[in-house]
């Protein structure tokens, strides 16, 4: 491409470049970049165009020449948060490669060049580079990982971690995409593998790894020093035991906001320029000055609000940063050139657009084309994406051709191309001639989504296992002997062999020592109360008391549950035709690639829709995880099959969003979409409605008003439910008689407990959807009471990187004056106010400035709760969030964090000792479970705070009381499944034992294999709950791979739990093999038939004896460990 730009100025002054716009910008810094001699550094005036910039650069070099990325922190000056580990690892990275760049980009924001930086040999001294075959003595390689900042951990998951397990080490050195896994053979490196930091487990092998330091700031014993002696010169009077920054540095205890401080550990700081090469250019993008003056004004106000705090006493700006007048001075060493007319956007492009609501929606485009300068190049954000508008352009008329990239174009051809890349705007150029079009201007979009890379599924059944994870204290459930408290794992010395046993603690201080063989025979208590659990007395009759009268209540309730649920299970629903290719292609022309998890819940939903018993299925995947894409296909098998689909949703806006969404994604298929909503006049609706009747509307979207009698259908097949919990007891109710009549799919984010647990129990079908967008990254999570200067701070963080926030009053009294309140503690701030009891008109417009960012602060109720999808707004303030429910907490935090930048949420309470114990517990479970696609574990947080009475009315919450929930869930669980099955539950031995194994032998994770306790705990928990002997496999492949070859007893271990399956198959209760004899004990439903077991008594009268009706005991010499696993599998094949 031939957009070529002035020689840079060699002289003092600043060669002023011609304005560019749209994708000129990126386009053109390519051109100059591809027969550059000397890097150029790109100098942005905000951090979203240094974001852009640094994308674009990165496709557009085709790896040509490298693109470097020195990002700002994102925190405030001053702040008392650090950056996330990922920006600094991306600062670490650009600051090792800099000296050594030949050529290519570096692109910074300006705001990064006032902050002060360690000097060159800082990083240079402290990276050290391994590589298969060397040797490392793996002390020395501790300490230097510890002067070079490495925090230590059991299991790595973030940069700067690293965790040492024997022959492993494992860790996430800075400026690598995925963590390291180092295999040592002896003091040689014998593998170096990259690993998953989700699941642990190894993606490739790698030859060579460089790691570097983990921060910016060293806090090695000589620069603590440093730090100690310049503190007392910066703050001579400041009593330094009363600040606890000071103390934990000193510690060695690297503490949020630390990078304000960084001057004092170094006797001199270095700037960005120091560490460039000579060579380099220097390219202004924007007003850079402007920018920098503007950040050393908030620098100083910053400072002169916070100067006084004896607490936290803070460094004079220029101590602190670089000085304006210091960093401009810099810039004049190098040839510099400047942009600084920079548009946005490209307006001529929006003249080209495709309207799917119009007659002939390519119209505007043809018409375009005519008097577009040639080629013309249509850019889409993905490879699907680029199907779809070249399938469109060939029905339309327009011939195309697929480019791979830019720089192929035919110029001086009248030619029409489509490629995939990550340009964002558009330009238009008749020198050289050119037009280009992105998908987001051609259709007006307005934000693009993340494309998913490297996903990992996720197995539903293992997070519902997780969530019975244990803590030190906690209330469990033994199957036998009721509730106890956990204390711990202890190792116990039994014939000269050591044994692992998980201690509990029952009433009366008496103590009950379990094997981890049999850590799946206790369930962590999950009640109303976990404090006051009622602790159960060992060997009296209460426990078994409390499970009989449960066990009476779980049959009452299973039975009722499988009178609801009987008619849809016994009746005849539609069986869709499966749509074949034509679902194929609706599934090709979804533009982004689909998660793992999404893949999943898709298959599900269309193998239940093609199967001839009513469907029921929820989805439970997190905000903006993707659950809209597989209501389409719901819905698209639903259309296609001659039916009509509803989709329930529990707010207007929500409705309105869902329409257009419907509309955009059905656009190309003769599906007609409409919505009834109270921003439509009452003759649109009615004509809606009467199309609805006669069958000419295939969908209808809109909010519980679909459920009154007066809304005909003509032939509805599909109900589509938007967060179920929403709706009032009344709509449930209307549901509930279409359950046996429609296929349904709910959709939620965080389910109500009778929801959750009808699904886990197996009388509903669940998908879940835990794969996050790429690079979206866990929500920062504060309970704090009520304070301006929090807030205010808050709110000044995100505005300065150029987002929004949502701050969150729910209260339509007093919105406006809290807005007024606002407005006069942050004057900088644009702030709107939207509630539901606005008119419609205006409520529709103040969101529509709030999205197009004629607003960055929205002052607003819950209303915001579904529906509003804003990617630039990444904080949130939730005024008295003592008053919301878990499921609107987390729903309400789901409203940020939906792009690559840090979210953080603001819960903000009265005095905390002021809130109900309930409140609290809330607030705790919210700020505790940060995880990515937590909203499956946080709903069952929730049915522990709220004592699960609504799962089947109020009568059932003693019994949860006194069993715990988890116990009472199998014993409904159970019941369940002797009704299904005919038979009466035994209300005696409602939950029969199986699986307890005694070889007489050692089987347990030794300490010294896997050190930390709640590791272990967890390790035994998974291969407790392995259900087949390929999970068994999996896990000594992920143990192997994470810790080393297996020691013996953990060997042994997996060998009882294979021998443990085969038995719970069986129902065998318990099998006791020692080294003369042994038994078996028979479940009262044991699969073993009665007459096997005589054939082996018979014919083998010396050896087996029965004893009883469910007891067989054996005798004969077994000394070895090896040989009693092997007879113990050739019994079990035997009675099988």
């Known amino acids: 491409m031939q957009f070529k730009f002035p020689n840079f100025d060699q002289s003092s002054r600043v060669a002023n470049w011609p304005a560019v716009t749209g994708a000129a910008l990126p386009i053109s810094i390519d051109d100059y970049l591809q027969s550059a001699t000397a890097p150029l550094v790109v100098i942005c005036s905000d951090a979203t165009l240094s974001l852009r910039l640094t994308n674009e650069l990165k496709w557009l070099s085709q790896a040509s020449y490298s693109v470097l990325n020195f990002p700002d922190w994102e925190t405030l000056p001053y702040d008392q948060f650090s950056p996330h580990p990922d920006i600094i690892s991306d600062r670490i990275r650009t600051l090792n490669n800099l000296p050594s760049i030949t050529n290519g980009a570096v692109v910074v924001p300006a705001t990064s060049l006032l902050q002060r930086l360690a000097p060159n040999d800082y990083i240079e001294g402290r990276a050290l580079n391994l590589a298969v075959g060397e040797t490392i003595e793996a002390d020395t390689f501790r300490k230097r990982l510890q002067r070079s900042g490495y925090q230590f951990v059991e299991t790595v998951r973030d940069h700067g971690q690293v965790a040492f397990r024997g022959s492993i080490i494992d860790i996430f050195p800075m400026g690598t995409e995925r963590p390291i896994r180092i295999d040592l053979f002896d003091d040689e490196i014998d593998e170096l593998r990259s690993f998953d930091a989700e699941t642990q487990i190894t993606v490739d092998k790698v030859e060579a790894v460089s790691l570097l330091p983990a921060h910016e700031i060293p806090l090695d014993r000589s620069h603590r020093m440093c730090f100690e002696e310049r503190w007392h010169e910066a703050f001579p009077t400041i009593d330094f035991n009363q600040v606890s920054m000071y103390k934990d540095v000193i510690s060695g205890i690297s503490t949020p906001g630390l990078e304000y401080f960084l001057s004092l550990f170094f006797e001199e700081t270095a700037t960005l320029f120091d560490y460039l090469p000579d060579n380099c250019r220097l390219l202004f993008v924007g007003d850079v000055t402007k920018a920098v003056e503007n950040y050393w004004k908030d620098i100083t106000e910053r400072y002169e609000q916070f100067s006084g705090d004896q607490q936290r006493p803070i460094l004079k700006p220029s101590e602190a940063f670089h000085p304006v007048e210091v960093v401009l001075s810099k810039t004049k060493q190098y040839p510099r050139a400047a942009l600084k007319e920079i548009n946005a956007s490209e307006p001529a492009t929006r003249e080209a657009s495709i309207d799917a609501r119009k007659e002939e929606p390519l119209a505007q485009l043809k018409h375009f084309i005519i008097s577009a300068p040639k080629p013309i190049v249509i850019s889409c954000d993905s490879e699907g994406q680029r199907e779809v508008v070249a399938e469109q352009l060939r029905r339309g008329g327009i011939s195309s051709n697929t480019l791979s990239h830019l720089h192929d174009v035919e110029y001086g051809t009248d030619s029409v191309y489509i490629m995939a890349s990550p340009l964002e705007v558009g330009l238009v150029s008749q020198q050289p001639s050119l037009t280009l079009l992105t998908d987001a201007e051609l259709y007006g979009r307005q934000v693009r989504q993340s494309r998913r890379r490297n996903s990992q599924s996720t197995d539903d ?99 009722e549950l499988l009178n609801i649920y009987a008619r849809r299970e016994a009746k005849r629903g539609h069986k869709f035709p499966h749509p074949g290719k034509a679902l194929a292609q609706f599934s090709a022309e979804f533009p982004y690639e689909e998660t793992p998890d999404q893949s999943k819940a898709i298959n599900a939903v269309v193998a239940d829709m093609t199967r001839d018993q009513p469907m029921d299925r929820l989805v439970c995947g997190d905000v903006g995880f993707g659950k809209t894409e597989v209501a389409m296909r719901a819905a698209f098998v639903a259309v296609h099959g001659g039916k009509q689909v509803a989709v329930l949703v529990p707010t207007t806006l929500l409705a309105q969003q869902h329409a257009q969404n419907f509309v955009d994604r059905f656009k190309d298929w003769p599906v007609k979409v409409e919505v009834v909503s109270r921003f439509q006049s009452t003759k649109v609706v009615n004509e809606t409605l009467e199309q609805l009747k006669s069958g000419q509307v295939d969908i209808l979207i809109g909010t519980h008003k679909l459920l009154q009698p007066d809304i005909k259908f003509d032939d509805l097949g599909l109900l589509i439910i938007d967060e179920e919990h929403r709706f009032g007891v009344r709509q449930k109710e209307q549901i509930k008689k279409l359950r046996a009549q429609v296929d349904i799919l709910t959709m939620t984010a965080t389910p109500i407990p009778r929801t959750l647990n009808l699904a886990m129990n197996g009388m509903r079908d669940l998908s879940i959807i835990a794969t996050p967008p790429a690079r979206r990254l866990r929500i920062n999570t504060f309970v704090r009471e009520r304070d301006n200067r929090l807030i205010k701070e808050a709110v000044l963080r995100e505005l300065m990187r150029g987002g929004q926030v949502y701050f969150l009053h729910n209260d339509v009294q007093t919105i406006d004056r809290t807005a007024f309140d606002l407005q006069e503690l942050i004057p900088e701030a644009r702030v709107g106010i939207g509630h539901g009891q606005m008119r419609e008109r ?33 904080t949130i303030i939730m005024d008295r969030a003592d008053k919301l429910g878990i499921a609107q907490l987390h729903q309400l935090r789901g409203r940020v964090g939906r792009s690559h930048h840090q979210a953080y949420a603001y819960l903000i309470t009265p005095s905390w000792k002021s809130l109900s114990k309930d409140a609290q517990r809330r607030l705790e479970a919210i700020s505790q479970t940060t995880e990515l696609g937590a909203g499956f574990t946080l709903a069952t947080h929730d049915l522990e705070i709220r004592g699960a009475g609504e799962l089947l009315g109020d009568q059932q919450s003693g019994q949860i009381q006194s069993v715990g929930l988890t116990m009472y869930m199998d014993l409904l669980e159970q019941a369940v499944a002797d009704l299904r099955a005919g038979r009466t539950p035994s209300l005696d031995t409602p939950l029969e034992t199986t699986g307890e194994i005694d070889l007489g032998c050692a089987a347990l994770i030794p300490d010294d294999y896997i050190f930390d306790t709640n590791e272990r705990l967890v390790m035994y928990k998974r291969i407790g709950n392995a259900t087949n002997q390929k999970e068994l496999d999996q896990l000594q492949i992920e143990l192997i791979d994470r810790f080393g070859l297996l020691p013996p007893q953990l060997k042994t271990l997996f060998e009882i739990h294979r021998v443990r399956q085969v038995c719970e198959a069986l129902g065998v209760a318990k099998l006791n093999i020692g080294q003369t004899s042994g038994k078996v004990i028979f479940n009262t439903h044991t699969q073993v038939e009665p007459l096997k077991l005589v054939t082996l008594v018979q014919e083998q009268p010396n050896v087996f004896k029965l004893q009883g009706a469910n007891e067989l005991r054996f005798s004969l010499s077994l000394p070895s460990v090896t040989e009693r696993i092997d007879w113990a599998h050739q019994l079990l094949e035997a009675l099988s």
């Open 461 to 559: 059944s293992l997070i519902i296992r997780d969530l019975s994870q244990l803590n030190l204290s906690d209330p469990v459930v033994h199957i036998e002997h009721g509730i106890g408290r956990y204390l711990g794992l202890e190792t116990l010395e039994i014939d000269n062999e050591k044994h692992e046993f998980v201690k509990l603690e029952y009433a009366g201080s008496s103590h009950l020592f379990l094997p981890v063989s049999s850590l799946h025979l206790i369930s962590r208590y999950s009640g109303p109360d976990k404090d006051h659990a009622p602790l159960h007395k060992l060997g009296s009759d209460t426990w078994n008391t409390a499970k009989r009268k449960a066990a009476e209540k779980a049959y009452d309730a299973a039975a």
């Open 842 to 874: 205006e409520l529709e417009q103040v969101m529509s400035d709030f999205y197009h960012r004629r607003t960055n602060v929205l002052v607003c109720t819950t209303i915001i709760e579904t529906g509003i999808d804003v990617p630039n707004a990444n």
